[in-house]
């Protein structure tokens, strides 16, 4: 699984998905600054790139969730990726919104999901964890089972450790941000110098440079 981590990470540094400045740090929507940000829609203007992500999904599923049914896309980034996992698989297809729809049905899951059914999740990025599984709450609170979650990267915060296990959510990644800052040191993209102040920002990024 590490040479994927690692040859999944050189493609997200080769497309600038991921960008590292942590002396120009980005501000995210929950208002932390940040020295790194991760764009992984990117990936999906990239053919040979996103059949890449598309297959180690794939492998994934087949070899940890072989029961399952459906496969569910977190809105928005991972809507079409998971499209694309779940055609090579033959499996039907959902996608969950952030919250339920202003109008009309007002749904929240778009789709038809069986509520019997065995879903395996599919995001994009996972930061705190808490979208992610606010988009696995809605899936159990239908009724069908969520067997676990595939992502492409995680910043692997503690705190997102401790939400997925306090979910009992199992997530399994393509990359992830210890593997992200070697990767970064080897081919020159991040100096030894930086690789510290990466790696506080990662322990306490609620606070990182206030």
């Not at 497309?15 to 990117?42: H, L």
């Not at 395996?120 to 159990?140: F, H, N, P, Q, Y």
């Not at 296990?165 to 991040?190: C, F, P, Q, R």
Request: glycine share 6%; proline share 4%.
């Amino acid at each position: 699984m590490k040479s994927t981590e690692i040859e999944v990470t050189k493609k997200l540094l080769e497309i600038n998905t991921i960008k590292i400045q942590p002396e120009n740090p980005f501000t995210w929507a929950s208002g932390w600054n940040s020295p790194i940000y991760c764009d992984n829609r990117k990936t999906l203007s990239y053919p040979a790139i996103r059949t890449y992500i598309r297959d180690r999904f794939v492998d994934i599923i087949k070899e940890k969730y072989p029961e399952a049914e459906v496969i569910a896309g977190v809105a928005t980034g991972a809507i079409a990726i998971g499209a694309l996992v779940a055609d090579v698989l033959g499996l039907p297809f959902v996608y969950v919104r952030a919250k339920p729809k202003g109008h009309g049905l007002e749904n929240m899951i778009e789709g038809d999901l069986d509520s019997t059914k065995k879903v395996v999740m599919v995001e994009d990025l996972v930061s705190t964890g808490i979208s992610s599984l606010k988009a696995t709450e809605a899936v159990r609170n239908y009724g069908a089972d969520v067997i676990g979650m595939v992502a492409i990267f995680t910043y692997n915060f503690p705190i997102a450790k401790e939400n997925f296990e306090k979910a009992n959510v199992n997530l399994t990644t393509l990359s992830n941000y210890h593997i992200l800052i070697d990767t970064a040191v080897e081919i020159g993209e991040v100096t030894a110098d930086q690789v510290d102040t990466l790696m506080r920002w990662r322990e306490a990024p609620e606070v990182w440079g206030k």
